[in-house]
């Protein structure tokens, strides 16, 4: 978690009233009048009078950090913890105060929320989940209403954008002070709407806690990040905590095609809101054609043409219209064509279904990494292929993570493909050999025997060029974005659509 200097400044009083729902317990030196201007959760971080969180964390907890933090000058600890003898004798040696809470990932959240300010507060701030479709969905957001004349920000997988400035992601959702700072600057810069992805790891560990959240949006949910949730029903939990924090002045946007729609609004304060394809909705969309160029389509009573290819793509820019539609209170017609017209101007998002022709063949980069999301893209692509033409697949699967998906992906993939490669990922630190041998375990062994394994990512993107012809279309899958591999915790260069552009292109 990182460090920061705060606009903020508060006294040991303020703080407590700020942690007061967190039942704060004090000891050590209690100067309550003092004041505090920076905050962190990482010893490494700490200077002179800082006010140092111990978050118990997944992988490790602050606590144990509890010395280097003193040494360095945290002058107000504060953790879950009841301090033992020793410790008890150490804070007061440091002369410092140490405040236990229910709480430390929810204190660290509205503390990072106070100190910059509560900048949340001065945006109206979208919060976007779901398995699939969060980054597509903000970016359309984001270029929407940056098209529109707002000023926007967005906070997601690819990039975090303050107006136009872009600066590389470490996270879907940052940690609370990281978001919170980001979100300060984003108001200072004069932004009047924030679109972020909200994933199920950042809800469940309260890292938007503390927020105002004009709106909230639920995409879709299928299997993922199992390795972490350990069940579906806590995975449903994670986001379903998102809808359940809404105050009642915000609004709640959910896919009605999704079975999951009504589960994310038992228990919602917020207004209720649906779109859909196929179910009753309060906004409505029907695919009128479908192409590799784009798609035309019927919005509530209204043709667009959007430059997105697929059904998956339809629900995202269906979402991003009932959202424009709900912020900017567009009721009449004028304004319904403003947004329409904006929106047909907009593109994929890198890595999201990006479609690189050549004479050679046409290739497709997606970060179709779960099985219902590389089930969707292969449908697409399905459904747009020209009669004689074919799909070859190259997928893989992450190390160090879901085992469980790895067989059903390579299912999806062989039943949908004329050629299958599964390939290599980013397998981290398992060996990659492993990893594709759990996929076949998904295919018979006749069906093994006309699959390829090519453990090198790049070789296996040559050979599927190599094999197909001017009609087939290539689509390699599970990286989409990423300009990296992760072996061994160690990030090499790695770009799908870099090297697809090469090859085609050569």
């Not at 398995?131 to 940056?146: E, M, V």
């Not at 790891?201 to 890292?207: E, S």
């Not at 062989?414 to 990659?432: G, V």
């Amino acid at each position: 978690m990182t460090d920061s200097a705060t606009p903020c400044s508060y006294s040991l009083k303020e703080i407590l009233s700020i942690l007061s729902t967190l039942h704060p317990e004090v000891s050590g030196h209690a100067l309550f009048d003092a004041t505090y201007s920076h905050i962190t959760a990482d010893s490494r971080q700490v200077v002179e009078k800082s006010l140092f969180i111990a978050v118990n964390g997944a992988v490790r907890d602050g606590w144990e950090f509890l010395d280097t933090a003193l040494d360095k000058g945290a002058s107000v600890v504060v953790s879950e913890h009841f301090p033992a003898e020793a410790e008890q004798a150490r804070i007061n040696e440091a002369g410092a105060t140490h405040i236990r809470i229910t709480s430390s990932r929810l204190a660290l959240a509205y503390l990072a929320s106070a100190f910059y300010g509560n900048p949340s507060q001065r945006l109206a701030l979208v919060a976007v989940t779901g398995t699939n479709g969060k980054t597509t969905t903000t970016t359309l957001l984001h270029r929407l209403f940056l098209d529109m004349g707002f000023k926007a920000g967005l906070i997601g997988t690819i990039e975090n954008c303050i107006n136009q400035e872009a600066t590389p992601a470490k996270l879907t959702t940052p940690d609370p002070i990281a978001l919170n700072r980001l979100l300060y600057e984003m108001a200072e810069a004069g932004c009047q709407y924030v679109f972020m992805e909200a994933s199920s790891h950042a809800i469940d560990q309260d890292r938007i806690a503390g927020l105002h959240i004009a709106g909230a949006l639920f995409t879709n949910l299928t299997r993922d990040h199992i390795d972490y949730h350990k069940t579906m029903d806590a995975y449903i939990a994670a986001k379903k905590k998102l809808f359940d924090s809404l105050p009642q002045e915000s609004f709640a946007l959910v896919n009605q095609d999704d079975r999951h729609a009504s589960v994310m609004l038992q228990n919602c304060r917020a207004s209720h809101y649906s779109y859909a394809l196929h179910a009753p909705a309060d906004f409505q969309a029907r695919v009128l054609e479908h192409t590799l160029s784009g798609t035309l389509l019927q919005i509530d009573g209204q043709e667009v043409w959007t430059r997105l290819v697929g059904d998956f793509n339809v629900y995202n820019v269906l979402s991003a219209w009932a959202t424009a539609s709900l912020l900017l209170k567009a009721e009449d017609e004028e304004s319904h064509k403003n947004i329409l017209i904006a929106l047909s101007r907009l593109d994929h998002a890198r890595g999201r279904f990006e479609v690189i022709s050549s004479n050679r063949c046409t290739a497709i980069v997606d970060y179709a990494h779960t099985p219902d999301a590389l089930e969707k893209v292969l449908d697409t692509i399905g459904e747009l292929l020209a009669e004689e033409g074919g799909v070859i697949s190259v997928v893989g699967a992450g190390g160090n993570r879901d085992q469980g998906k790895r067989p059903m992906m390579a299912r999806c993939a062989f039943d949908r493909s004329s050629q299958l490669i599964l390939t290599t990922d980013n397998p981290r630190f398992e060996e990659p050999e492993a990893i594709i041998e759990d996929m076949k375990k998904g295919l018979t062994a006749e069906e093994q025997l006309r699959t390829l394994c090519i453990t090198d990512r790049a070789e296996a993107i040559r050979t599927a060029v190599a094999l197909a012809k001017p009609k087939d279309v290539v689509l390699v899958a599970g990286k989409g974005h990423e300009t990296y591999q992760e072996v061994k915790g160690v990030r090499h260069h790695f770009d799908d659509a870099e090297i697809l552009r090469t090859l085609l292109n050569n």
